[in-house]
């Protein structure tokens, strides 16, 4: 018996972050199980009991306490979906000081596939940091490709940027 693959979806506080009960029912819709994982600020932006409802888990914010049971079935595949300019930059450092960059930072170094959707203002992506930062998780494997405007655009262009992940993970 196969199951849906599952996705780790981490959302950091960018604007589009409101807008993320679409997204998890478009990557639901296409055949992802979705867990969130969610930054302290994008916590506070959210609903997360009804997240939680929508998603059949719980959303994290904080690290379990050691011995406490995992609460999400293990990733296949982990999105940073909006990825910040200071997520991104933490990320690439291994700053671990979030539950959210942690799930990322372990992603990395366990060989997950792993996508950013970076929402970065023009002069935070012009900032010398941000540019070297971005290269680096690249090389790291990292896909990483820039977030559409969900209010032009709709969250598609990123469950299209996901599915090859997902078919991949799923037939293995």
Known sequence: MSRAPVLHLVVSAAGPARGIAALVDLLSA???TVCLILSPTAATWLDRAALAETTGHPVRVEWRFPGDPEPHPRADAVAAVPATFNVM???ANGINDTLALGTLN???????????????GRGLGNHP???????????????????PNPDREGWQPVVDALRPTRVRRSAE
Request: proline share 5%.
């Open 30 to 32: 296409d055949g992802w």
């Open 89 to 91: 930059n933490k990320w």
């Open 129 to 147: 940091a941000y540019a070297g930062n971005r290269r680096l998780l690249e090389q790291a494997g990292v896909v990483v490709t820039d977030l």
């Open 106 to 120: 372990e992603a990395v170094g366990a060989g997950l596939p792993v996508h950013a959707f970076p929402c970065v």
